[in-house]
């Protein structure tokens, strides 16, 4: 709904206060303002609720300072969101809120418990109770009855226990209208440290991804239909948060490009408005063509993610990727000849994944002639691959979410052992490095290339903002 529409609802023995804990998240990652926690806080305060945002994304987590905000604001709930990496980070403050609060009701929602209830519940007993899948409309019915237990297997959506058994309520049904849900709550955010620390701000302009991969959770989490945010509300928050001196914006759709009219709308409004910001977006390369790439380009759009995975046909099938590298070649061309930058993401440790596949996917990934990466394969809880994990050449080697990074492996497959797989990241990683301490070098001794001096006095600057925030 427009800025302007948003109102609170009068309801009994209000207000009740909520404290949102946005966990750590490594800076490594370039870790965003967090949406899910702004669409959560708006949520609760179009109920009424005094609501605080406490965030240790850009500010250094210790159980004394979570105490301190704790005293300070006198939550009635305290609630944390979390994607698996940084689940065990999540669940750990949560913890010591009860500790320290026994009285306060505290809550999980996000990705990993939404997949992991009964898991996490059994877990953590000291979280009372789980919001799972999109939580809007679930908090905006739940707030009511927040201290009323006895109402709350009728409402859809929860997880908690209830005389010492794990109760699962109905599972909600997804959103089908985006704009009746508040736009995310970003003034109870530190925007000044995310601007400081020059990372783009996120947003969406749909929710749902049409497409099969089995390595994928966020299909499972917003369904496989995508719902469209009206465009004026879009541009509307677009122009919210340039208010906050942002310059670069991230599209954090699961697929931008899935309907190119939705495309050219977006751009087209844009450029009638005059906004004058950069702004990147998620790819498929079988959905981008020169014209809508010169439209994104025009709009602002600088640069593209694509998920190509593999350089191996037969693991693209495998993994039901449904693309095929002459796609991603094309892809990337026209993103060349539009004045785009591409940038490639593959995944190591496929089911079947031998030494074969993966020179297949180094010798591809190094012809394309664009900045690409690797990652580990992590099979989250909802992945097809995880529940389906005996119809593949997989073996997955521990529980522990915290190595859920993506950034070590955590599977074997019948031809790699865990170690053959991390050998093969190192070995480029080695080669990043290399080219990184040469142009640190080079900066240092003045022969640096002024693209390549920029990058380094901004990598430099952003550690520097970090400590001091």
Known sequence: MPLTEQRAYKIKNLPVKVAIIAPPYPLEEAPAPPLGVSYVAAAFEATGCRVKVIDYIVSCYTPEKLKKEIDAFGPDVVGATSVTMNFTAAADIIKTVKRYRPSILTMMGGPHVSFDARGTLESYPEIDMLVMGEGEKTIIELVPHLMDSDSWPDIKGLAFRRDGEIVVTEPRELIADLDSIPMPA??????????????????????????????????????????????????????????????????????????????????????????????????????????????????????????????????????????????????????????????????????????????????????????????????????????????????????????????????RTSALSPEDIEGFVAAFDREINDEWEKQVRDYKEGRGLPEDNFRVEGHFRMQLVYRIL
């Open 186 to 411: 970003r003034h109870l955010l530190p925007m000044s440290r995310y601007r400081a620390l020059g990372f783009p701000v996120s947003i969406i302009t749909s929710r749902g991804c049409p497409n099969l991969c089995i390595f994928c959770q966020g299909r499972r989490m917003v369904g496989k239909k995508v719902r469209y945010r009206k465009v004026e509300y879009v541009m509307d928050e677009i122009e919210q948060i340039l208010s906050y001196g942002i310059s670069r914006i991230n599209i954090a759709d699961d697929l931008f490009t899935s309907n190119k009219a939705r495309v050219r709308e977006v751009c087209g409004e844009i450029l009638r408005r005059g906004l004058d910001f950069k702004w990147s977006a998620f790819s498929r390369v079988n959905t981008v063509d020169r014209e809508i790439l010169e439209l994104m380009r025009d709009a602002g759009c600088d640069s593209v993610s694509f998920g190509i995975e593999s350089g191996n046909p037969e693991m693209l099938r495998r993994v039901k990727k449904g693309i095929t590298l002459d796609q991603a070649r094309n892809a990337v061309r026209m993103c060349k000849e539009a004045g785009i930058l591409a940038h490639a993401s593959f995944m190591v440790g496929l089911p079947g994944e031998s030494p074969e596949t993966l020179r297949d996917t180094q010798e591809f990934s190094q012809s394309l002639g664009i900045p690409h990466g690797y990652h580990f394969l992590a099979p989250f809880p909802g992945t097809t691959v995880r529940e389906k994990i005996e119809e593949y050449d997989l073996e997955i080697l521990t529980d522990d979410w915290s190595r859920y990074d993506a950034n070590s492996a955590i599977v």
